[in-house]
């Protein structure tokens, strides 16, 4: 087996998590692949795969890139950045997934990312402070929607402990405290609005957990339509369709004689030494020509 076909069954066998994984890493790959072949043909178009998949947080250019809020969550500009949001997907959703489903862990990781994009967005439209640097602004990265996972995994189970190398034992209700608290103080850094969108993301993950502990389960109607789109890419399954010759009055009177034959010889028997004398396979005989 190939490369490619041991990273398509383990894609195809793999959980919600390993794939939101794969996606991640096959977009990074490819946006950095096409790079390379523009840098190698020193292609200078004006094209740019990067401001193409990233969400702006101008609204006139966000309307003519609607795909940008769901694209964005998966696009990533260098390696440590992939790197680190993979390690930290990787990690708390394993956590997610001893107390949830596969299919609440993808609608938290897109409704997160979602959530991120319109904090992002509003805030950038909203604060003078941005004004200057709104059209020319966007964001990208898995940030948001890991962070929505995390703190909904930890307002969940807050006192869920894991062990942090140089820090021993540590519980989840302090690593997604620590987590908002740096998000908030570094608004005023250079990036800004990735910290905007992981506090979107957090947003999201509180209110998903706190609804859904009254009972509320607020993505209901978003797993189904997922439901939806995934059963359109489902292979359907195949019909097979056979056809009997035309039996012919000498063939059919042929059969009937043959049947006829066997069952008056069963008649016979149960007349010599009663029905319970018949075997199974007789009785079936003689039940099914008797309807």
Known sequence: MSIADELKQSFKRGSTL???????????????????????????DGFSLISWLAVPADLTN?????????????????????????????????IFLHYFDQKKLLSVY????????????????????????????????ASASVIAIVIAVSVYAPNHTIHLLFFGPVKLKYIALITILIDILSIASTNAGGHL???GGAMFGYFYIVQLKRGNNITKFFDRFMDWVFSIF?????????????????DYNKTNAQKQAEIDKILDKIAQSGYESLSKKEKEVLFKNSK
């Open 197 to 199: 969108a992981h506090l």
């Open 62 to 94: 966000l309307i003519y890139k609607p795909w940008t809020v769901l694209s964005y969550m998966f696009l990533h500009q260098d390696f440590l950045h992939i790197l680190f949001n993979m390690l930290w997907l990787y990690w708390f959703g394993q």
């Open 110 to 141: 897109l409704l997160g990312g979602l959530s991120g994009a319109f904090i992002y967005i509003l805030t950038f439209n909203i604060f003078p402070v941005f004004r200057d640097i709104l059209p020319v602004s966007y964001a990208l990265g």
């Open 234 to 250: 489902k292979p359907r399954p195949k019909i097979k369709v056979t056809y009997k010759r035309p039996v012919n009055d000498m």
């Open 18 to 44: 390993t794939k939101l994984i794969y996606i991640n890493l096959a977009v990074f790959l490819v946006v950095k692949l096409i790079g390379v072949f523009y840098f190698l043909f020193k292609i200078d």
